[in-house]
C-alpha cells in the first residue's frame, strides 16, 4: 500500500485546564422578530466520558487552534469522531455562547449526526438542507455543504445563519475537494476542524494539506486496546 505523508505539524502539548465561559452577546438576523421563542441549547448533562486517548487527542486539538485555524484529525472508523471529539467540542462551545457549523456531505448524516448530538451531548441543533431550516438562531448547524454552497452562491447566506465561530467538516477528504468548498472556507472566519479515517488521496494533484495547518492523529489501534 503507498503511503502518503503530511508535511504538516504534530501536536503533543499537555492539556491545559478550561477557562470559565464568555459571554458572547450577538444580535438578532434582520428577518427574525425578538418576540420569537428561543429554547435551550443544551438540555440536561453530556453522556460521553472521553477514553483517555480522546481525552489526549482534545486536549491536543484546542492546542492546535492556539497557533492554527485549520487543523485535521485523523483517526480510523470506529474511534467516535463524531461522539467523542466533534460533539464534545461543539458542547464546550455552545457552553461559551458560540455558534457550531457541523458540514456533512452525505445527506443520510444529517439526521444521524442531530441524534448523536442530541442523545449523547444533549444538545439542541437545526438541519440544514434544502427547505429544512426551521431554527436559524439555534447554536448548533448541521448543515448540508450542498445547500450551504446554494446560499453563499445566491448570497444570501449571511441573511439566514450567523457567521460560525468553529466549523466541523465532516468526511473531509471529500468534502474539501468538492468544488465549492474554497468559498465556504474563505466565509468561515473561525475554527475549522476537519475529521476523516482516510486522508491520502489518489491523484498526486490533492493533498489535504492544501486545507489544513497542522495534523492531530489518533494513537495506533494497538495502543487504544491497550
Request: net charge positive; charged share 25%; glycine share 4%.
Amino acid at each position: 500500500m503507498r503511503q502518503i505523508t503530511l508535511d504538516l505539524p504534530v501536536t503533543s502539548h499537555k492539556e491545559k485546564k478550561p477557562g470559565p465561559p464568555k459571554q458572547v452577546k450577538r444580535p438578532f438576523l434582520p428577518h427574525i422578530q425578538q418576540t420569537l421563542r428561543v429554547e435551550p441549547d443544551i438540555h440536561g448533562d453530556s453522556k460521553i466520558t472521553p477514553k483517555p486517548y480522546q481525552a489526549q487527542n482534545l486536549s491536543e486539538i484546542e492546542a492546535a487552534f492556539q497557533k492554527h485555524k485549520r487543523v485535521l484529525f485523523v483517526a480510523g472508523c470506529g474511534y467516535g469522531k463524531t461522539d467523542a471529539i466533534a460533539g464534545t467540542l461543539a458542547r464546550k462551545s455552545v457552553q461559551q455562547g458560540k455558534v457550531v457549523w457541523f458540514i456533512v456531505d452525505d445527506l443520510t448524516l444529517l439526521d444521524q449526526s442531530a441524534e448523536r448530538f442530541r442523545d449523547k451531548h444533549g444538545l439542541r441543533s437545526n438541519i440544514v438542507q434544502g427547505d429544512r431550516h426551521r431554527d436559524p438562531l439555534c447554536k448548533v448547524q448541521i448543515i448540508s455543504v450542498q445547500t450551504l454552497a446554494s446560499w453563499m452562491k445566491k448570497r444570501k447566506l449571511s441573511q439566514l445563519l450567523y457567521a460560525p465561530d468553529l466549523v466541523i467538516i465532516d468526511e473531509a477528504h471529500t468534502t474539501c475537494f468538492r468544488r465549492e468548498y474554497k468559498h465556504i472556507e474563505d466565509y468561515c472566519k473561525g475554527r475549522i476542524l476537519l475529521l476523516t479515517a482516510t486522508p491520502c488521496r489518489t491523484k498526486p494533484n490533492e493533498s489535504m494539506s492544501k486545507w489544513c495547518d497542522a495534523l492531530v492523529e489518533a494513537p495506533p489501534r494497538t495502543e487504544m486496546l491497550s
